[in-house]
């Protein structure tokens, strides 16, 4: 059995796959960061990168080679 990280993928893929984790976080956690970002004065963006990355290891990947 072949174990591959993330980075061993090719950086349009990383790209895509974390397209797709930013638009899961905000979809599901969006309201609840925003209005934590409202009260703390945090960075939005950055909040939503860190919960994206986060995400992103949370998925199963199969790959088939």
């Known amino acids: 059995m072949i174990h591959l990280k993330f980075q061993d993928l090719s950086s349009e ?6 397209k797709v984790s930013r638009e899961h976080v905000t979809n599901i956690f969006g309201e609840s960061i ?6 703390t004065g945090e960075d ?3 909040l939503i990168e860190e919960e994206t990355i986060k995400n992103l290891y949370t998925y199963k990947f199969i790959f088939d080679i």
């Not at 893929?13 to 974390?18: M, T």
């Not at 925003?34 to 009260?39: A, G, Q």
Request: proline share 0%.
């Open 34 to 39: 925003r209005k934590y970002v409202d009260e």
């Open 13 to 18: 893929k990383q790209e895509e796959l974390l």
């Open 44 to 46: 939005f963006e950055g």
